[in-house]
C-alpha cells in the first residue's frame, strides 16, 4: 500500500513557473511508475505526465510537452512536476498516482491504483 502526499501548488501568474513535488510512503517506490493528473471544476480528471520506474521513460500530452518536466529521485521516494509558462487553463487541482511497473507507465486514471489528496495550482491572467 502506497501512500501519497502532493506539495507546491499555489497561486501564481501567467508564465511563471511552479514545482509539485509527491512524497511517497508505504511501499517501494522503484517499482512503481509515477503518473501526474490534474482536474479542473466540471471537467474530468486529465492525464498531465507519466515516468517510468527508473525515471528512464517519459511521456505527457500535446497541452503539456515542452512545458512540464517530471522526474523522480527514487532515493528520496519522491516525484516531481515542474512547470513552466503556465497559463490559465492550466488552473486546476493536480494529483500524484502510482501504480505496480508491470509496464513503464500508465497514461489513463484506470491505470493508476493509488493516489494523492491534491494540490491546488492556480493560474491567474
Known amino acids: 500500500q502506497v501512500q501519497l502526499v502532493e506539495s507546491g501548488g499555489g497561486l501564481v501568474q501567467t508564465g511563471d513557473s511552479l514545482r509539485l513535488s509527491c512524497a511517497a510512503s508505504?511501499?517501494?517506490?522503484?517499482?512503481?511508475?509515477m503518473g501526474w493528473f490534474r482536474q479542473a471544476p466540471g471537467k474530468e480528471r486529465e492525464f498531465v505526465a507519466a515516468?517510468?520506474?527508473?525515471?528512464?521513460?517519459?511521456a505527457y500530452p500535446d497541452s503539456v510537452k515542452g512545458r512540464f518536466t517530471i522526474s523522480r529521485d527514487n532515493a528520496k521516494n519522491t516525484v516531481y512536476l515542474q512547470m513552466n509558462s503556465l497559463k490559465p487553463e492550466d488552473t486546476a487541482v493536480y494529483y500524484c498516482a502510482a501504480n505496480w511497473a508491470t509496464r513503464f507507465y500508465g497514461t489513463n486514471r484506470y491505470d493508476y491504483d493509488y493516489w494523492g489528496q491534491g494540490t491546488q495550482v492556480t493560474v491567474s491572467s
Open positions: 515516468i517510468s520506474s527508473s525515471g528512464g521513460r517519459t
Open positions: 508505504g511501499g517501494t517506490f522503484s517499482r512503481y511508475y
